[in-house]
């Protein structure tokens, strides 16, 4: 971890401490509160909890410490998308997706915004540079796209949105602030869905969206108030809970993958493999210069969907579930989610396990493979 993620990992730990008054408490309160003591003057402090909320304004904190921009926190990763979408597009506007990204993020352009009078067009992430950007009024990014873990050179695409006066918004969910700050980068927005690592105990939807521009920021808190896009109090708590230790997760997943990747790699049973910190793999010279680490998803590819099945239903350490970033290993086999992917893709989120002990069961359910081979 970069000197500047160790410094902003240090200060979120200790974030709320210039507020503190003698018994304040140090962990953050949970206000659970639709209604706040509001005479007179209706401005300046919280009033309806539609409109606010200090446990909000808590975790909005520490994403944007970690982000470095003020954030809007919505009550899901796909509510923060929808706020962007809504917010910054109207009814004539071109928009750029990526074609291997996570599938919602066009299904809602496709379903909603399209029908509103919005187009679309969508590239492949791995050649996003490629046709430019004039016309587009919003381009988004993935970046390593879910799941295929393709990556496009951020600071250029952002130069060449910016040429053709387009905004770029960036889906930083596959990394985290700790694994790559796409507005240091050149994005104009980042959203993401903080149910994943953010998080991280997997029992809790959540989102934000982040942007060093005081008026998107102030557009896209409207949006959240009129259209009660709100997230609850004990979610954002408990979001504030997992940001604590978010460094410490993701080190340690980040730090597994890059010691299972090549081992996966080496196996019999594996017949691709993708993984943004294996030398040869066509992400990686990019991933070095954008990305602090290479994350802690694998795509790996096996001979059969049956194969794909067994394998992650058979490994006492993976749990076999959709989502990733939670403590616990889990994988997905993606054609069940209909992305265009050959039918042994599995998509596997490294976890907290301690590496050996995780490597051990998923060498065993990819030997038991190999063996009916
Ligand atoms: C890259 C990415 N963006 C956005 C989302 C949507 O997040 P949520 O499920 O919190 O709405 C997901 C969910 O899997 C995702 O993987």
Known sequence: MSENSKSRAARLIHHRRDTFKLGSPVPVPLVMASVFHAPGDATGYDQYGRFSNPTWAAVEDLL?????????????GMAAIAAVYFTMLKS????????????TTRLLMERYLCKLGVSMDVRPTASFMDGGFEGYRLVFLESPSNPTLDICDIPAVAAAIHAANGILVVDNTT???????????????V????????NGHSDVLFGH????????????????????AIPGPFEAWLVHRGLETLDVRFER???????????????????????????????????STQMERFGFLISLTLASEQEAEDFINNCAFIQPATSFGGVHSSAERRTRRGDAVPPGFVRLAVGCEPV????????????RLAARA
């Open 209 to 228: 969206v982040a942007s060093r521009d005081p008026q998107i920021i102030a557009d896209i808190r409207d949006w959240r108030q009129t259209s009660g």
């Open 92 to 103: 004539g506007d071109r928009v750029l997706l990526p074609a291997d990204g996570y599938h």
């Open 191 to 198: 959203v993401a869905a903080d149910t994943k690592a953010p």
């Open 253 to 287: 997943m980040c730090n597994s993958a890059e010691i299972i990747a090549p081992r996966l790699k080496a196996h019999r049973a594996v017949q691709a493999i993708r993984y943004p910190g294996l030398p040869d793999d066509p992400s990686h010279n990019l991933a």
């Open 175 to 189: 990394m985290t602030p700790f694994g790559q700050r796409p507005l240091d980068l050149g994005a104009d927005i």
């Open 64 to 76: 944007g410490l970690l982000d470095g921009a003020p954030a809007v926190a919505f009550p899901s």
């Open 356 to 367: 050996e002990e995780l490597w051990t069961a998923i060498e065993a359910s990819l030997d």
